[in-house]
Nanobody
Framework: VQLQASGGGFVQAGGSLRLSCAAS????????MGWFRQAPGKEREFVTA????????YYADSVKGRFTISRDNARNTVYLQMNSLKPEDTAVYYC??????????????WGQGTLVTVSS
């Protein structure tokens, strides 16, 4: 499956962005989906994940209450709504797909990443 992330950009602290990740080449509804991020000079970290049907969601403590993951299986797309953004949210955000359950992995397919920059 191929994943294409979009929606990144530059935003001031306290602002919002919505990322999208469009999937193609596979049965989207059969994949467990996640978002990860990698800040400059840091390792990639888990952000959030969602179950195949969308009924279960999981969040890193650092984004809980501010970020919301959702999916539209009819559109083969997963979303990440990011509110109350902080400068420490600045990172390249990656979407990923997993064939089997695992909140933080392993994930089988990765998108190319989209850059989110939050200014103070």
């Amino acid at each position: 499956v191929q994943l294409q992330a979009s929606g990144g950009g530059f935003v001031q602290a306290g602002g919002s962005l919505r990322l999208s990740c469009a999937a193609s080449g596979g049965t989207f509804s059969s994949y467990f989906m996640g978002w990860f991020r990698q800040a400059p000079g840091k390792e990639r970290e888990f952000v959030t994940a969602i179950t195949r049907g969308g009924g279960g969601t999981y969040y890193a403590d650092s984004v809980k209450g501010r970020f919301t993951i959702s999916r539209d299986n009819a559109r083969n797309t997963v979303y990440l709504q990011m509110n109350s953004l902080k400068p420490e949210d600045t990172a390249v955000y990656y979407c990923a797909a997993a064939r089997s359950f695992g909140v933080q992995g392993p994930y089988d397919y990765w998108g190319q990443g989209t850059l989110v920059t939050v200014s103070s």
